[in-house]
Nanobody
């Protein structure tokens, strides 16, 4: 069974950086799409960015120019490089995947059926 496990979260001051990793195990087949989401208590889960098998990466407007998503296919790992962090970036960050997908990878949570348990990111002002 496929498992997604996030790591790399922590506490950082505004302007700092963190690198999140998502290890995907339990399958010999790469997913069609992988993505990062984030969520704060009482709020809707928000798409951060997605990566497909062709190197196409989409970002939410709120993180463009600050966050970078990459996939290391040989290690079945998804990364999220976060720079110039802001207090509003504070959230639990989740990675997600879907095995089969046609078209661009979306940033809606409903488009994914494999999820990690999340890693906490806290940014102080």
């Amino acid at each position: 069974q496929v498992q997604l496990v996030e790591s790399g979260g922590g506490s950082v001051q505004a302007g700092g950086s963190l690198r999140l990793s998502c290890a995907r195990t339990g399958s010999n087949f790469a997913s069609a799409c992988m993505a990062w989401f984030r969520q704060t208590p009482g709020k809707e889960r928000e798409g951060v960015g997605s990566a497909d098998r062709d190197g196409i990466i989409n970002y939410a407007d709120s993180v463009k120019g600050r966050f970078t998503i990459s996939r290391e296919y040989a290690k079945n790992t998804l990364y999220l490089e976060m720079n110039n962090l802001k207090p509003e970036d504070t959230a639990t960050y989740y990675c997600a995947a879907i095995n089969v997908y046609a078209g661009p990878c979306e940033l809606a949570a409903s488009g994914y059926n494999q999820w990690g348990q999340g890693t906490q990111v806290t940014v102080s002002s």
